[in-house]
């Protein structure tokens, strides 16, 4: 097959006794999107590591139009042999802004006269952000003040910059919402049918049906199916990635039927401030959703709750009680636990290891007279990486070498044990397997149950249809639409997103 760009032969690698990758044998071919799959943990950002030149590997080779091939480092990578790679985990750095970013190890390109000419970078990047439709982002902005889906814009920009002959994109529609992800489509589309190669990897199967060529699917760091054309189906891709069958219908737990109305947990009075303008309840038993289209203040609303964000008015009430909220201490005191989409910029302690990002939250359950019990402490946290069945190498691992679906069970174990009165959940599955997404949607529905307050935004519109028990429709900062029960279709949701109803 002479229009095979890259391929590998028996690719191994192993983190700390543990095998990543179990000789792996793909093929990417030019002019083609091959979307890698498979569970958390199943080797797929590793061998995108891998090849893009972030990681070495134990065994196995590389092989660049038919010639074995090594480069020391993802710069190498990018500039010998035009691989880029979008990863999952954001790459900006946090300081730099989106200009120096972008240009970062070619600012050479912009040398004049001894100097380093910005205002010709700046308009370089912003003529070519125009090129892409990608408007509306503030250039000067330090990267640690985008959002999600922007800095996630940025990097998909910064590789196409490079004109690469292949493109890996990593989970990057996570963040986005419809349009953008049409959008990076039609910018995957037009590299294909240049020739270049393109490989996608992804959770989300609708996306994965609707993009692919090619689908190689990854289960336990090997390679367990490799489907075209009308191979390609949705049921076959899933039966290869978990060994089996999985009806439908079981992907999401039954909605609740014993909803008490006359019972609120919490009650919100004429929320305002940051764009953001509503009034809602919660109800004991239920799940409770929030969705719209992207940037419609879905987010805002869950972190205005919890103090993150400033608030102009409003009022708050739990249990029939007035609370004050300023910040996120006072959240926690009062029992609310907000868990962010973003984990590794908010949740997680990156270079720390699964049992310090275990305990942080949860000294106050195993200290007594200011000193830590160890043995109270230990069998907390080996209770919590029991009952969320949390796979990782060691305790004392550090925590990034666990898989995404791994680090989210982290972290709602953490903070159930600190038996809170509502949790605030932003996008919960953002990055999951499809194994791991159904666990989350146990634990939401299990904790709505136990009378615990479960207020979530989503924004897979198959979680919006089947997940909650009520939805809340926003467009512009307020809500349009109540959902309740069978009333949540996917007509009537679309209708409300697009303002039809």
Same mark, same amino acid.
């Given at each position: 097959?002479?229009?095979?760009?890259?391929?590998?032969?028996?690719?191994?690698?192993?983190?700390?006794?543990?095998?990543?990758?179990?000789?792996?044998?793909?093929?990417?071919?030019?002019?083609?999107?091959?979307?890698?799959?498979?569970?958390?943990?199943?080797?797929?950002?590793?061998?995108?590591?891998?090849?893009?030149?972030?990681?070495?590997?134990?065994?196995?080779?590389?092989?660049?139009?038919?010639?074995?091939?090594?480069?020391?480092?993802?710069?190498?990578?990018?500039?010998?042999?035009?691989?880029?790679?979008?990863?999952?985990?954001?790459?900006?750095?946090?300081?730099?802004?989106?200009?120096?970013?972008?240009?970062?190890?070619?600012?050479?390109?912009?040398?004049?006269?001894?100097?380093?000419?910005?205002?010709?970078?700046?308009?370089?990047?912003?003529?070519?952000?125009?090129?892409?439709?990608?408007?509306?982002?503030?250039?000067?902005?330090?990267?640690?003040?985008?959002?999600?889906?922007?800095?996630?814009?940025?990097?998909?920009?910064?590789?196409?910059?490079?004109?690469?002959?292949?493109?890996?994109?990593?989970?990057?529609?996570?963040?986005?919402?419809?349009?953008?992800?049409?959008?990076?489509?039609?910018?995957?589309?037009?590299?294909?049918?240049?020739?270049?190669?393109?490989?996608?990897?992804?959770?989300?199967?609708?996306?994965?049906?609707?993009?692919?060529?090619?689908?190689?699917?990854?289960?336990?760091?090997?390679?367990?199916?490799?489907?075209?054309?009308?191979?390609?189906?949705?049921?076959?891709?899933?039966?290869?990635?978990?060994?089996?069958?999985?009806?439908?219908?079981?992907?999401?737990?039954?909605?609740?039927?014993?909803?008490?109305?006359?019972?609120?947990?919490?009650?919100?009075?004429?929320?305002?401030?940051?764009?953001?303008?509503?009034?809602?309840?919660?109800?004991?038993?239920?799940?409770?959703?929030?969705? +719209? *289209?992207?940037?419609?203040?879905?987010? %805002? =609303?869950? @972190?205005?709750?919890?103090?993150?964000?400033? #608030?102009?008015? &409003?009022?708050?009430?739990?249990?029939?009680?007035?609370?004050?909220?300023?910040?996120?201490?006072?959240?926690?005191?009062?029992?609310?636990?907000?868990?962010?989409?973003?984990?590794?910029?908010?949740?997680?302690?990156?270079?720390?290891?699964?049992?310090?990002?275990?305990?942080?939250?949860?000294?106050?359950?195993?200290?007594?007279?200011?000193?830590?019990?160890?043995?109270?402490?230990?069998?907390?946290?080996?209770?919590?990486?029991?009952?969320?069945?949390?796979?990782?190498?060691?305790?004392?691992?550090?925590?990034?070498?666990?898989?995404?679906?791994?680090?989210?069970?982290?972290?709602?174990?953490?903070?159930?044990?600190?038996?809170?009165?509502?949790?605030?959940?932003?996008?919960?599955?953002? +990055? *999951?397997?499809?194994?791991?997404?159904? %666990? =989350?949607? @146990?634990?939401?529905?299990?904790?709505?149950? #136990?009378?615990? &307050?479960?207020?979530?935004?989503?924004?897979?519109?198959?979680?919006?249809?089947?997940?909650?028990?009520?939805?809340?429709?926003?467009?512009?900062?307020?809500?349009?639409?109540?959902?309740?029960?069978?009333?949540?279709?996917?007509?009537?949701?679309?209708?409300?997103?697009?303002?039809?109803?």
């Amino acid at each position: 097959m002479s229009n095979i760009y890259l391929a590998t032969e028996g690719i191994t690698k192993t983190f700390s006794g543990v095998k990543a990758l179990d000789n792996v044998s793909i093929f990417i071919r030019n002019g083609e999107v091959t979307s890698l799959v498979g569970e958390n943990g199943a080797g797929k950002s590793t061998l995108a590591k891998i090849i893009s030149g972030i990681y070495g590997y134990d065994k196995g080779k590389i092989l660049i139009n038919g010639k074995e091939t090594k480069y020391r480092n993802p710069l190498e990578a990018l500039l010998k042999y035009r691989i880029a790679c979008v990863h999952q985990d954001s790459t900006l750095i946090p300081e730099m802004n989106v200009v120096e970013n972008f240009f970062l190890e070619i600012e050479n390109k912009f040398y004049r006269k001894g100097l380093i000419s910005y205002s010709t970078m700046k308009a370089e990047l912003q003529r070519f952000l125009r090129d892409l439709n990608f408007n509306n982002i503030d250039v000067d902005l330090k990267a640690k003040y985008l959002r999600p889906h922007e800095a996630k814009l940025i990097e998909f920009a910064k590789s196409l910059y490079h004109e690469p002959n292949l493109l890996i994109l990593d989970e990057v529609t996570a963040p986005l919402s419809r349009h953008e992800v049409d959008l990076i489509f039609d910018h995957v589309k037009s590299l294909k049918n240049s020739g270049k190669a393109v490989v996608f990897i992804s959770h989300r199967l609708a996306e994965v049906m609707d993009i692919s060529d090619r689908v190689i699917v990854l289960r336990e760091g090997r390679v367990a199916g490799d489907l075209e054309g009308n191979e390609i189906e949705r049921d076959q891709i899933i039966k290869l990635m978990i060994g089996k069958d999985v009806v439908l219908s079981k992907y999401f737990p039954p909605r609740a039927t014993n909803i008490n109305s006359s019972k609120k947990i919490l009650v919100v009075k004429n929320l305002k401030g940051n764009g953001v303008d509503v009034s809602f309840d919660l109800r004991e038993g239920e799940i409770l959703a929030f969705a +719209g *289209l992207g940037g419609q203040g879905m987010s %805002e =609303v869950l @972190r205005m709750i919890y103090g993150i964000l400033p #608030k102009e008015t &409003g009022e708050i009430y739990l249990d029939g009680k007035k609370i004050e909220i300023k910040n996120p201490r006072d959240a926690i005191r009062h029992g609310l636990i907000y868990i962010s989409e973003s984990r590794e910029a908010e949740e997680l302690f990156t270079n720390l290891t699964v049992k310090d990002n275990i305990s942080v939250p949860i000294l106050d359950k195993c200290s007594k007279k200011g000193m830590i019990m160890r043995k109270r402490m230990n069998e907390l946290i080996t209770n919590i990486v029991q009952t969320f069945s949390i796979k990782a190498p060691s305790l004392d691992a550090i925590i990034m070498q666990l898989s995404g679906g791994n680090r989210q069970k982290v972290i709602i174990g953490r903070y159930i044990i600190k038996e809170p009165r509502v949790f605030l959940f932003a996008n919960p599955t953002v +990055g *999951l397997d499809i194994r791991t997404k159904m %666990e =989350v949607y @146990r634990i939401l529905r299990d904790l709505a149950n #136990k009378c615990v &307050g479960v207020i979530v935004y989503l924004s897979e519109l198959s979680e919006v249809v089947n997940l909650p028990d009520r939805v809340l429709v926003m467009h512009s900062g307020r809500i349009v639409k109540e959902l309740t029960g069978e009333e949540i279709t996917e007509e009537n949701v679309l209708k409300a997103y697009f303002g039809a109803a």
